[in-house]
């Protein structure tokens, strides 16, 4: 039988899935489809779409809504208030259930306190995303972005210590002053 916790104010639909360690803390909404792993924490007055797959060790902190489309893999970090969005045109009059675009959080990758990412986009492995961003395109894994509309300010170690690159043997190569990780980069594709 599954060991997590749901705050008493929280509503779980019948048929959500919420795995091992899980917090659910209060005013949340997790509706039933839902697919969250093991070891998450969902902060206050977070929702949880129909179909959402969460996966293990996810931070979604308070006031986040994860809407349909939303794939979020191990290790991500939703900051407070972010905002996902489902439909690029919407109007209230016209129903686009049917035009829900889908929206990747790869491995790792930290979304800052109040960023929006509009749907469609995929944000790479160990991606971080500034504070209040608004990210229009993918991004690539371990790039550091910020600004509206976001760009590529820099790189980030999976530790989440800036990178530095210098030229080097196989194209630039950077090692994490923190934890000492090694990288390479070619362009816009950064490697470890």
Same mark, same amino acid.
């Given at each position: ?28 909404? =997790?509706? @039933?489809? !839902? ?6 924490? *969902? $902060?206050?007055?977070? /929702? &949880?779409?129909? %179909? ?58 930290? =979304?800052? @306190?109040? !960023? ?6 995929? *944000? $790479?492995?160990?991606? /971080? &995303?500034?504070? %209040? ?60």
């Amino acid at each position: 039988m599954p060991d997590f916790f749901v705050h008493e104010s929280s509503c779980v639909d019948e048929g959500a899935s919420i795995g091992n360690g899980t917090r659910v803390w209060h005013f949340c909404h =997790i509706s @039933a489809g !839902a697919r969250i792993g093991e070891n998450c924490n *969902l $902060g206050q007055n977070v /929702f &949880i779409a129909d %179909g959402v797959l969460i996966g293990n060790n996810v931070k979604i902190q308070n006031n986040v809504s994860v809407y349909k489309g939303v794939t979020i893999e191990d290790d991500a970090f939703l900051g407070p208030s972010m905002v996902f969005t489902n439909v690029n045109n919407p109007r209230s009059h016209v129903s686009r259930k049917d035009e829900y675009q889908s929206t990747l959080v790869r491995k790792g990758a930290t =979304i800052g @306190a109040n !960023a929006t990412v509009l749907c469609g986009v995929t *944000l $790479g492995k160990y991606a /971080f &995303i500034g504070a %209040g961003a608004v990210i229009t395109r993918d991004i690539p894994d371990h790039a550091l972005v910020y600004g509206n509309p976001a760009s590529v300010r820099g790189w980030m170690c999976q530790c989440g210590e800036r990178l530095h690159f210098h030229a080097g043997q196989q194209g630039e190569e950077a090692s994490c002053e923190r934890c000492g990780s090694h990288y390479t980069k070619q362009g816009d594709l950064v490697t470890g």
